[in-house]
């Protein structure tokens, strides 16, 4: 998710009016950062954290600011990590039914068919991915 602040904003955090494009994980626009991080980055996360003994939390987000100026070829950008996120990773696809200000009575009914049934997929997948843990730690 690519997610800029409205137009004189400085954050994009959720219910700011910040604005979201939503990339799938094969997106060429970002496959350095993608190639990188999963293929050469990942594995040194845990350790950099004094957490080497432990996985990665099953369910978590990073947030990536890019570090390079204006106009550098995508193969060389340099990006660093803003955050960690693994203790209220939220669905962004479920942002309809968050209730602020202007929107207080928002609901799940107010979700997209097209957001919910990505929202559905994620959770699918993240409860999938769980109950295979859980299933190896039985065995």
Known sequence: IHKKPKEGGISAVGGTGSIYTYYGPDEAKFKNLTSNFLE???????????????????????????????????????????????????????????????????????????DMEEAMRYGNLMGDKAKSILDKAKA
């Open 40 to 114: 050469r980055d990942l594995v040194k996360v845990m350790p950099a954290l004094g957490l080497a003994a432990e996985p990665v939390p099953l369910w978590w987000t990073t947030d990536f600011i890019l570090a390079s100026p204006e106009g550098t070829p995508a193969e060389e950008e340099k990006w660093i990590v803003g955050e960690f996120n693994c203790s209220c990773v939220g669905i962004s696809r479920c942002l309809a039914a968050y209730c602020k200000d202007d929107t207080p009575k928002a609901t799940v009914e107010d979700i997209s068919k097209e």
